[in-house]
């Protein structure tokens, strides 16, 4: 009796442990049919369909970065309610009648803004072509919309992404809504990653430091985009975060080359590009002199019918093949180091806060990569010395791994 009542605990037990390799095998087999599910990613960015080249092209490269590590994106078209609407529309509207009247200030900024419509209408379409041609998914959203919306709607998605661009900047977000949005407090914590944001500003205003402050703790990593919104985040929460690079600078010239597209209208076989933010009449002398005897391409000259309608991808082209290029944009500096293009930086000493905070930055990627001798100066003779590309790409390449080592333990790959 104790003999068959052995076997049979015997067999129970050879019965429980095959049971338990089945389940072991089954959780395998899971484990790795989980694991070869191809994950998604949600983008959170600025979006400006007037066009703004730096915002559409840095979007760009985080998806193509993402898709690089196995990662579907998808991307949220950020909009503002339709209380947003009304009040511009009230706005315009009361500007409307102190034109009419006769406000000089008024009538002057009505006649300017009839003026440019139609080219700001077509460069509207060129921008719209990009986004259909270059983000693989583009879904309207408003911020109320986002906040509204039950957890369930975000179920696809492994991780929801913010960044980069100027996403923590109160001056371009303008409300608590739409900062709280970019901080992605609609999501669950455990799906929230940034990577190379900016706060856009040398600190935060009084009155949003607490959302800047919640917002920050709710990421388990942290990173930006440059070394003063790094400070912001230590001072505010005394963590560290990362000092990452811009997304456009993840790809390499090569890929851009593979991206950029010429231009449909008649260029210079030699020539110097302007691009400058809030125009360039200040420096006018100088970019003459800078310039010598080689035409100027200023593509943000609303009055020139040809340059001004130029789309991210021939934005990257005219970069690409100028001979020289001036600028005080931030993207306009590392689109010109990464393309190994002679280039000066303006703005050092600008009288405007805004553009000297923008200064900041760019000051700091060119110490970084051992090119502050890139930086205009008043009064200096000449800026012919050629650029030591092999020293800069080595520095870049380092950067390069770091940031991409971040985005990845970011996204645990």
């Not at 590590?69 to 209380?83: F, H, N, V």
């Not at 080219?119 to 060129?126: E, N, P, Y």
């Not at 990593?221 to 990362?242: N, Y």
């Not at 990464?338 to 930086?345: C, G, T, V, W, Y």
Request: with cysteine.
């Amino acid at each position: 009796m104790k003999l068959v009542q052995s076997n049979i605990e015997h067999r129970t037990s050879n019965i429980e442990h095959r049971t338990s390799n089945i389940e072991h095998r089954t959780s395998n087999i899971e484990h790795r049919l989980n694991h070869s599910q191809k994950q998604k990613a949600l983008i959170v960015t600025l979006y400006d369909p007037i066009g703004n080249y730096g915002n559409s092209l840095q979007h760009y490269a985080l998806q193509e970065i993402l898709k690089r590590s196995g990662i579907e994106a998808d991307s949220l078209k950020c909009e503002r309610g339709m209380l947003h609407k009304i009040s511009v529309f009230l706005k315009r509207a009361a500007k409307l009648v102190l034109a009419v009247l006769g406000v000089k200030k008024y009538r002057e900024k009505l006649r300017n803004k009839i003026k440019g419509d139609p080219k700001i209408q077509l460069r509207r379409k060129f921008f719209a072509s990009f986004y259909d041609e270059c983000i693989d998914k583009l879904i309207p959203c408003t911020y109320r919309e986002a906040f509204r919306s039950k957890p369930s709607r975000w179920n696809e998605y492994d991780y929801v992404i913010t960044g980069s661009d100027q996403v923590w900047n109160m001056r371009i977000v303008k409300t608590s809504e739409a900062l709280r949005f970019y901080y992605l407090m609609f999501t669950d914590k455990d799906k929230r990653v940034n990577y190379a944001p900016s706060f856009g500003l040398s600190e935060p205003g009084q009155k949003e430091k607490h959302i800047h402050k919640e917002g920050l703790m709710g990421f388990n990593m942290l990173s930006c985009r440059e070394e003063a919104g790094c400070k912001i985040i230590r001072d505010l929460t005394g963590r560290e975060a990362e000092h990452v690079l811009d997304p456009t600078l993840l790809l390499s010239a090569e890929d851009w080359r593979k991206f950029e597209r010429r231009p449909d209208y008649d260029i210079p076989e030699h020539y110097t590009i302007a691009y400058f933010l809030g125009g360039m009449k200040i420096y006018e002398d100088d970019l003459k002199k800078t310039a010598g005897d080689l035409p100027v391409i200023d593509i943000l000259d609303i009055e020139n019918e040809v340059f001004y309608l130029t789309g991210p991808r021939e934005f990257v082209y005219l970069i690409d093949h100028a001979e020289c290029v001036l600028t005080n944009s931030f993207h306009g500096t590392i689109f010109s180091i990464n393309l190994r293009k002679q280039f000066i930086s303006f703005g050092k000493n600008s009288i405007d806060s805004f553009r000297a905070i923008t200064f900041s930055r760019i000051e700091s990627i060119l110490s970084n990569l051992g090119l502050s001798s890139r930086i205009y100066e008043h009064g200096r003779e000449s800026y012919d010395a050629p650029i030591n590309y092999d020293d800069v790409h080595m520095r870049l390449n380092a950067w390069r791994e770091s940031s991409m080592k971040y985005l990845n333990s970011a996204l645990g790959i």
